[in-house]
């Protein structure tokens, strides 16, 4: 019997042909629903002969044909005429330079990468901060829960940066500066800038997007920033939530352990800065938070907070309590009520990746670095109402911070605040929604 032929890898790769399975922008959309796409563009345009306009384009095309917001328009309008028009400063677009710049650029992707293709610059592939200046300008110029910012255009900069800010925060989880496609589509996003079209009530917009959370984000800094140069240093930021941080946790965080500081000025948290530790500090359960925190407290760096790192911490905590009368608890109550509430899996070496998947981690840093809220832990009540999970523990801290800074005397803008969204304090008029306990 002959021994049978050897089979060539290029000849089986003929044989059996590998489907493609990765797909960088997205898997193409079906032939159909590029048909059907086609077929809604040539019946829009004509409809319009001479060419679609800009308000055409936004209110019929944008949104219910290519799927991205209404809102952002405008930039994607001028970005496109600068390469689709035939005639500089031409204020029209005409089928055919449309469906050209539709097929080599928005035609194979699926609304998310479309959304991640209008962001950022064609050069690249990935978005930076500044590719998001325009889009936050239309949001602002378009939107009617907004509209109250066109009288007070030196708070239009510090909202645009304080979006982009917490848009980067939670989407770009490398905080290299570069949002991926990746990590847009694990985000939500995408989902939030389609809610911006449709709710006229920008406070609603939890994520990112608030102006409330803006005002408590800017007044917070704001009132550490004694001398209002838009710098803060440690014994500045010593000063929030009445010096509940302790003396180490400030060490680490100017020694810039837990995350490069974006200020140009050595030794000072700038407003970027800020709003990095605001939301790490009263929401400590999202991956991002929770990061920050691990890096401050892992003192080696070797990815574990062993029982001597969480002792260094606590023993400032130990005297803080004694110095306010407080009840006194044991480090090693502490460490092994952490360890049976952890379950690390490398025993009393608890991991970042323990953290995460307990859901208790706000606890243990909350414990290490903050003496109010490590009294609020000890003394609350077990058998309590827990706090309604549809809103996050920022959501809850920034409501009751609003309604305090909108309560006080004063006109909107006093003392060099943002205007609040209501010219007749204390209620603004667009309310965030009530929140849980």
């Known amino acids: 019997i002959p021994p049978p032929t050897p089979i060539s890898a290029q000849a089986l790769t003929k044989a059996l ?31 319009h002969p001479d060419g679609v306009s800009v308000e055409i384009f936004q209110d019929e095309v944008m949104r219910p044909v290519l799927g991205l917001p209404r809102w952002m328009a405008r930039p994607f309008w001028d970005r496109m005429m600068a390469v689709a028009a035939t005639i500089p400063g031409e204020t029209l677009i005409t089928l055919n330079e449309f469906t050209k710049y539709y097929a080599a650029n928005l035609q194979n992707f699926d ?221 090693s109550d502490i460490l092994t009520q952490m360890t049976d509430m952890i379950h690390p899996v490398q025993g009393g070496r608890i991991t970042l990746a323990d953290l995460k998947r307990c859901k208790l981690g706000n606890n243990l840093f909350n414990i290490l670095t903050n003496v109010t809220k490590f009294i609020i832990f000890e003394t609350r009540d077990p058998f309590g109402t827990r706090p309604d999970t549809e809103f996050t523990d920022w959501d809850r801290f920034a409501q009751v911070e609003y309604e305090k800074l909108a309560s006080e005397d004063g006109p909107p803008g006093q003392r060099g605040r943002p205007p609040r969204t209501s010219t007749t304090p204390p209620t603004s008029s667009s309310p965030a929604p009530a929140l849980g306990a």
């Open 17 to 47: 042909p590998i489907p493609q399975f990765y797909f960088p922008g997205g898997k193409p959309a079906p032939q159909e629903k590029v048909d059907a796409e086609k077929a809604q563009f040539a019946e829009i345009f004509a409809r």
């Open 111 to 331: 609304a998310q990468a479309r959304f991640f293709r209008i962001l950022k610059d064609p050069a690249h592939n990935y978005v930076t901060r500044d590719d998001w200046v325009p889009y936050i300008r239309a949001l602002m110029d378009v939107h009617p829960g907004l509209d109250f910012l066109k009288s007070a255009p030196e708070f239009q900069q510090r909202y645009a940066e304080t979006v982009a800010a917490r848009i980067y925060y939670a989407v770009n989880r490398k905080d290299d500066g570069r949002m991926t496609l990746p990590e847009i589509r694990r985000s939500n996003l995408f989902a939030t800038c389609l809610r911006c079209d449709d709710e006229p009530d920008i406070n609603k917009i939890l994520f990112y997007f608030s102006y409330e959370h803006f005002y408590v984000l800017y007044c917070k800094f704001w009132e550490l920033d004694s001398d209002h140069d838009q710098f803060i240093g440690k014994a500045d930021l010593a000063r929030y939530g009445t010096g509940a941080l302790s003396q180490k946790t400030l060490d680490r965080i100017f020694t810039q352990i837990p995350r490069k500081f974006a200020s140009t000025r050595p030794g000072t948290m700038c407003y970027d800065d800020f709003i990095w530790f605001l939301l790490s500090e009263e929401d400590k359960t999202t991956d991002t938070s929770l990061t920050y925190w691990f890096r401050l407290c892992d003192l080696d760096g070797d990815g574990v907070i062993s029982a001597y790192e969480m002792e260094y911490f606590y023993e400032e905590q130990e005297k803080r309590l004694a110095q306010q009368d407080s009840e006194l608890v044991k480090f």
